[in-house]
């Protein structure tokens, strides 16, 4: 067994243990039928020995830099400082030449990177413009990199033709390859998790390596030195086309990547706590028009061969509303007229997590759904005195949370993700257009504040005008299957009450009919005027 590995019956029973305590928390203690929970999330402990025993053969490969490591621990030190593994304070000086802020992570780093060929090519010489892929397994350069708390997370793409011994593929483009390492899983309902069919010529590097395809995407998860990895590539599992990735092609993508995986950093810190699923508390004062139906609750026959909706009383972050005045709609933007009331900009609010998509949607029944909520900004008001000036293009988008942002400069979705000791979650919007998101640099590596304006609600699904003013706003949490849709509805229903400073009235169908008069606005202590609103120019 190599350094760090682990069973397949082990994993295999700390996954089953993880559920059914889950499943018990939630049996044990019933909520009441307007209560809200938070998430419970178990942290992994890192075996920094083992991760150093890997380095340490992996090293000893170049014997040319192999003594320049120190890997003997320094005792005169506290166990947690750096200093106390000279080696991992060695490596992530060379890694953070190309992965910034790798030191960061608390969890072992596998990247495809052999720091000590670059390491040893640099003592012969080797020229300044030598491509990184060369020491990459002919991965370009990192596109988007980032360590934190709760773990780290990487994108390297592959060129068509690119890596020798490679198959020849249909699919034109460049095939994107994810990687995350995390010390906190999620602990979610989750039927189909820890599924998949073992990789023979790679059960000696991981013996518990599971591959499957999951939500669009090939995954390869597996356990190193007691953290939880997942490898993924976006695909479809269909046929090649030159502008449509197939699983199979990215087969051998994705397993020279994990054949090519090494230590490239991180370092020893104090292990995180695991996380208790808590009732949240809730604002004291009611609103007088805020309603929302239950989560789902879906339209009648709107969900996958007219299956229902998926109840999670889940809010899995405590998060600032995305939109940046109320009041706002969560609305079905495809099926409205199927509705009592087809008008998307009135309460009571309503699910539409699990409405019939061609998205991979585990969570729902069926396997397929919406991924996350359509939410509509109030119409205009007729201008009048004393009013202030409204312009439906220009109704603002802010980030839920201090985070990361994950985006290439081609993509028309923006996601935001948060890396702390308490959370490994990501949030993602869509519909905003592509290139005033450039424009205003929403793109990979970016940090952004909760409340800070990213954008504007607008139109933009393929081309401008592709869909309804309207802002879609999904999460995914990570588990040991990887990262996973979850229903943002009662995370969104929890915002909401925040922002208004008022708990909002849960009503069933048998009362819902008549659409709720809206009057609250923002307190006025809450509204932050931004002053680049109205600045963008562009036209969806």
Not at 32 to 44: G, K, N, Q, V, Y
Not at 363 to 382: L, S, W
Not at 520 to 535: A, C, F, Q
Request: glycine residues 8%; neutral net charge; contains cysteine.
């Amino acid at each position: 067994m190599p350094p760090g590995g682990e069973t397949v019956v082990g994993n295999g029973f700390r996954f089953v243990s993880q559920l059914l305590a889950s499943l018990s928390l939630l049996i044990a203690t019933p909520l009441a039928a307007d209560e809200f929970r938070s998430p419970s999330l178990t942290a992994l402990r890192v075996d920094w020995r083992a991760a150093l025993d890997q380095l340490r053969s992996e090293i000893t490969t170049r014997p040319r830099v192999a003594d320049d490591f120190i890997f003997a621990p320094r005792r005169s030190v506290p166990r947690f400082d750096p200093r106390a593994m000279p080696a991992l304070v060695q490596l992530n000086a060379i890694s953070s030449q190309f992965f910034t802020g790798i030191a960061r992570s608390p969890v072992p780093v596998l990247l495809p990177f052999d720091a000590a060929a670059y390491l040893e090519a640099q003592r012969n010489g080797a020229p300044a413009t030598t491509a990184l892929s060369r020491y990459q397994a002919d991965f370009n350069p990192v596109d988007m990199f980032d360590a934190g708390p709760a773990g780290y997370s990487a994108t390297f793409s592959f060129e068509p033709g690119a890596g020798e011994g490679m198959p020849s593929r249909v699919f034109a483009r460049p095939v994107e390859v994810q990687i995350t390492g995390s010390a906190l899983v999620y602990d979610i309902a989750d039927p189909s998790g820890g599924k998949g069919e073992l990789i023979k010529p790679l059960t000696t590097l991981y013996p518990d390596l599971r591959r499957f395809i999951r939500e669009g995407y090939v995954r390869y998860a597996f356990t190193r030195f007691g953290v939880a990895y997942v490898v993924s590539v976006q695909c479809l599992d269909s046929v090649a086309k030159p502008r449509r990735l197939a699983c199979k092609e990215a087969y051998p993508v994705a397993e020279r990547f994990l054949k090519a995986l090494r230590v490239a950093g991180g370092q020893r810190m104090r292990p995180l706590m695991d996380v208790a699923s808590n009732i949240l508390d809730r604002p004291a004062a009611r609103s007088p028009d805020f309603s929302y139906r239950p989560s789902g609750d879906i339209i009648p026959n709107t969900g996958y061969r007219k299956q229902g909706g998926h109840p999670d009383v889940m809010a899995y972050a405590q998060i600032r509303f995305p939109l940046e005045k109320t009041p706002a709609f969560v609305r079905s933007q495809s099926y409205s007229k199927r509705d009592k009331s087809d008008d998307p900009t009135v309460y009571p609010w309503r699910d539409n997590f699990c409405e019939s998509r061609s998205f991979e949607v585990w969570q729902c029944a069926g396997g397929y759904g919406h991924q996350g909520e359509d939410i509509r900004a109030a119409d205009c008001p007729p201008p009048g005195e004393g009013r202030e000036p409204c312009d439906p293009k220009q109704r603002g988008v802010v980030a839920v949370r201090d985070a990361i942002v994950i985006r290439n400069a081609k993509d028309q979705a923006a996601t935001l993700q948060v890396n702390s000791r308490t959370e490994h979650i990501r949030f993602r919007y869509m519909h905003m257009n592509p290139q005033a998101m450039n424009a205003d640099g929403l793109v990979n590596g970016r940090i952004v504040s909760e409340g800070e304006k990213i954008g504007v609600v607008s139109n933009y699904l393929d081309h401008p005008a592709g869909t309804s003013m309207h802002l879609h706003f999904d999460v995914q949490v990570f588990t040991r299957d990887g990262w996973i849709w979850v229903s943002p509805y009662i995370t969104l229903v929890s915002a909401y009450e925040r922002l208004i400073r008022a708990r909002g009235r849960e009503v069933g169908p048998e009362i819902a009919g008549a659409p709720q008069p809206v009057a609250h606005t923002l307190p006025e202590d809450v509204i932050k005027p931004d002053l680049r609103e109205g600045s963008s120019g562009e036209e969806n």
